[in-house]
Nanobody, 124 residues
Framework: QVQLVESGGGLVQPGGSLRLSCAASGTLDYYALGWFRQAPGKEREAVSCISTSDGSTYYADSVKGRFTISRDDSKNTIYLRMNSLKPEDTAVYYC??????WGWGPTYVDYISWGQGTQVTVSS
């Protein structure tokens, strides 16, 4: 099975930036990697996804234009560059695998596997 390790979270002021990383190891039997987040008392929210086959991507409307997902196949790693951060971006961010990015949306929850998460706090 695949192991996912997230890093890069932290405390940042509104308007600031962070870059999250997710390193995959083990059995790399997935076709998509992405991020979802969960804030206290809220449901999981799919944030972004990238296909490992054709590079197609998904972004939640709430992060379009601010977040960018990318991948480095040589390192089995994906990144989430987060700019213009807002307090409402505060959440635990989880890296997840899937068979495809098709279907990712506001209420999507059918991730195959995920990591332990990294906390992102946006506050002044």
């Amino acid at each position: 099975q695949v192991q996912l390790v997230e890093s890069g979270g932290g405390l940042v002021q509104p308007g600031g930036s962070l870059r999250l990383s997710c390193a995959a190891s083990g059995t790399l039997d997935y076709y998509a990697l992405g991020w979802f987040r969960q804030a206290p008392g809220k449901e999981r929210e799919a944030v972004s996804c990238i296909s490992t086959s054709d590079g197609s991507t998904y972004y939640a409307d709430s992060v379009k234009g601010r977040f960018t997902i990318s991948r480095d196949d040589s390192k089995n790693t994906i990144y989430l560059r987060m700019n213009s951060l807002k307090p409402e971006d505060t959440a635990v961010y989880y890296c997840a695998t899937d068979t495809t990015c098709w279907g990712w949306g506001p209420t999507y929850v059918d991730y195959i596997s995920w990591g332990q998460g990294t906390q992102v706090t946006v506050s002044s």
